[in-house]
């Protein structure tokens, strides 16, 4: 099994930045590909980015987050990070990563992070 442990979040000004980490443990080796999902309050869970972990790391984004969100990875640490720049009030919400399988999380949810963004 993986475990996952998302951190970084907190409260930020509108245009602001944060940089999350999603740490994984455990049986990484199975994962194809890594994504961040936000929850605002009132709304279903929403893919954010997603990075594949294998060949060229290809990455998706919601258009919403285009230009101003960044996923990466750092294999020697078995972390994935979202980088968000120019932050909006409307990006407040819980972010939470999982390991994909065709886009479809695979893993129980953990905690995640909450990232609140003051207009």
């Known amino acids: 099994q993986v475990q996952l442990v998302e951190s970084g979040g907190g409260l930020v000004q509108a245009g602001g930045s944060l940089r999350l980490s999603c740490a994984a443990s455990?049986?990484?080796?199975?994962?194809?590909?890594m994504g961040w999902y936000r929850q605002a309050p009132g709304k279903q869970r929403e893919l954010v980015a997603s990075?594949?972990?294998?060949?060229?790391?290809?990455?998706t984004y919601t258009d919403s987050v285009k230009g101003r969100f960044t996923i990466s990875r750092d294999d020697t640490k078995n972390t994935v990070y979202l980088q968000m720049n120019s932050l909006k009030p409307e990006y407040t919400a819980v972010y939470y990563c999982?390991?994909?399988?065709?886009?479809?999380?695979?893993?129980?949810w953990g905690q995640g992070t909450r990232v609140t963004v003051s207009s």
């Open positions: 999982n390991a994909l399988m065709g886009f479809i999380p695979t893993l129980s």
């Open positions: 990075i594949a972990i294998s060949g060229g790391g290809s990455r």
């Open positions: 455990g049986r990484i080796f199975s994962i194809n590909r």
